[in-house]
């Protein structure tokens, strides 16, 4: 269930025409809601306001997440780096190129030796 949708039902306890009519809105902007568009600042306050007037104790967590519902977490901490092996992985051999303890001195040779006839 929607954050909007819980406040209509459970906190104000109306349809959706006469939560738009409170809020200053169209029923269709209350539906549009209800789908998970977000209500601007401005509704948000409108819709808080109708609360207060008609002395319904406000909350404005609830624009944000349903109560009783679990809210999923972000992961915390640092960023995980790519699998060995992946093609963004800096420690990966490239694509073609064998893995191994030589692998990390192919292209020495072809250098060592360019740079020896450079010399002569």
């Given at each position: 269930?929607s954050?909007?949708?819980?406040?209509?039902?459970?906190?104000?306890?109306?349809?959706?025409?006469?939560?738009?009519?409170?809020?200053?809105?169209?029923?269709?902007?209350?539906?549009?809601?209800?789908?998970?568009?977000?209500?601007?600042?401005d509704?948000?306050?409108?819709?808080?306001?109708?609360?207060?007037a008609r002395?319904?104790?406000?909350?404005?967590?609830?624009?944000?997440?349903v109560p009783?519902?679990?809210?999923?977490?972000?992961?915390?901490?640092?960023?995980?780096?790519?699998?060995?092996?992946?093609?963004?992985?800096?420690?990966?051999?490239p694509?073609?190129?064998?893995?191994?303890?030589?692998?990390s001195?192919a292209?020495?040779?072809?250098?060592?030796?360019?740079?020896?006839?450079?010399?002569?």
């Amino acid at each position: 269930m929607s954050a909007i949708r819980h406040i209509r039902l459970h906190i104000f306890g109306v349809t959706q025409a006469e939560f738009a009519a409170l809020a200053g809105v169209t029923q269709a902007s209350v539906s549009r809601w209800e789908a998970g568009v977000a209500p601007s600042l401005d509704d948000m306050r409108a819709i808080r306001e109708a609360a207060i007037a008609r002395g319904i104790a406000w909350d404005d967590a609830w624009f944000f997440a349903v109560p009783g519902e679990a809210v999923a977490a972000e992961p915390v901490g640092e960023p995980q780096r790519a699998a060995a092996g992946h093609c963004n992985d800096f420690d990966a051999a490239p694509p073609g190129v064998a893995a191994g303890p030589d692998a990390s001195q192919a292209g020495a040779g072809l250098s060592n030796q360019r740079n020896q006839e450079m010399a002569e």
